[in-house]
T-cell receptor, first 117, second 111 residues
Framework: GAVVSQHPSRVICKSGTSVKIECRSL??????MFWYRQFPKQSLMLMAT?????????EQGVEKDKFLINHASLTLSTLTVTSAHPEDSSFYIC?????????????FGEGSWLTVV | DAKTTQPNSMESNEEEPVHLPCNHS???????IHWYRQLPSQGPEYVIH???SNVNNRMASLAIAEDRKSSTLILHRATLRDAAVYYC????????????FGGGTRLMVKP
């Protein structure tokens, strides 16, 4: 079946540096991907909608200059956390779907743990 | 998006059936009912979805009330690997492919 893959699964970076997380749809094309963030013991919160070939749409309260999203191809979206701080430490998850009506399945990546030290 | 209400947690014994309820009294006629589950340190995993009729697949069954204001996810024989947070989510035609997650139900399975 359709698979969405994220890389890296875990990353540790120093405060003030930037880190990039990739989200790939392995056997289908996705014009839209979504990025979520999840803190421990909490639910997933949508950060932004990644649109292939155009600017991402960010949810209220999410800084677009801090969380840079690039969706350069139909199978790859990247999330770059710039000038990372310890409070950015979280579980980041992407999702994508082959598209179609709202009954279609949405597939999630395995998630990426970011620890900022 | 229409809201769903689920119990925070439930407990089950291994190899017994589990019924996970979800209330969605403000559901609209075009909202699909989706269930996802999230195992620890993993991304959510699709379980099942339906619109009006009950649905069965290899993972679970979905029982939808006649008025569609509630639904129940049924795991026929719980295993330890079913311990996860289960999310009931409504997805409307205008929601695109975005999902809005509520708190979900944390299922604990006792051996």
């Amino acid at each position: 079946g359709a698979v969405v893959s994220q890389h890296p699964s875990r990353v540790i970076c120093k405060s003030g540096t930037s880190v990039k997380i990739e989200c790939r749809s392995l056997d289908f094309q996705a014009t839209t991907m979504f990025w979520y963030r999840q803190f421990p013991k909490q639910s997933l919160m949508l950060m932004a909608t990644s649109n292939e070939g155009s600017k991402a749409t960010y949810e209220q309260g999410v800084e677009k200059d801090k969380f840079l999203i690039n969706h350069a191809s139909l199978t790859l979206s990247t999330l770059t956390v710039t000038s990372a701080h310890p409070e950015d430490s979280s579980f980041y998850i992407c999702s994508a779907t082959p598209g179609g009506p709202s009954g279609n399945t949405i597939y999630f990546g395995e998630g990426s743990w970011l620890t900022v030290v | 998006d229409a809201k769903t209400t689920q119990p925070n947690s439930m407990e089950s014994n291994e190899e017994e059936p589990v019924h996970l309820p979800c209330n969605h009294s403000t559901i609209s006629g075009t909202d699909y009912i989706h269930w996802y589950r999230q195992l620890p340190s993993q991304g959510p995993e699709y379980v099942i979805h339906g619109l009006t009729s009950n649905v069965n697949n290899r993972m679970a069954s979905l029982a939808i009330a006649e008025d569609r204001k509630s639904s129940t996810l049924i795991l026929h024989r719980a295993t330890l690997r079913d311990a996860a947070v289960y999310y009931c989510i409504l997805r409307g035609n205008n929601a695109g492919n975005m999902l809005t997650f509520g708190g979900g139900t944390r299922l604990m399975v006792k051996p």
